[in-house]
C-alpha cells in the first residue's frame, strides 16, 4: 500500500447573530416592525426615535 496525501475543500454558511435579526426583521410586517422599533427604543436609552 502507498502512502498518499488527500486534501479536501468545503463551504459552510454561517448565519452571525446580527445577519440572523436582519432576516427576522425583514419578515416582520409593518406593524410588527413597528413594535419592534418601540421596544428596541424603551429598551436602548442611546437610541432616539425621528419622525419623518
Request: glycine share 0%.
Amino acid at each position: 500500500m502507498k502512502p498518499s496525501l488527500q486534501t479536501r475543500q468545503s463551504q459552510q454558511l454561517l448565519l452571525t447573530p446580527q445577519l440572523q435579526q436582519a432576516i427576522r426583521l425583514l419578515q416582520l410586517s409593518t406593524a410588527d416592525l413597528e413594535q419592534e422599533i418601540e421596544r428596541a427604543v424603551e429598551q436602548n436609552p442611546f437610541l432616539e426615535r425621528v419622525e419623518p
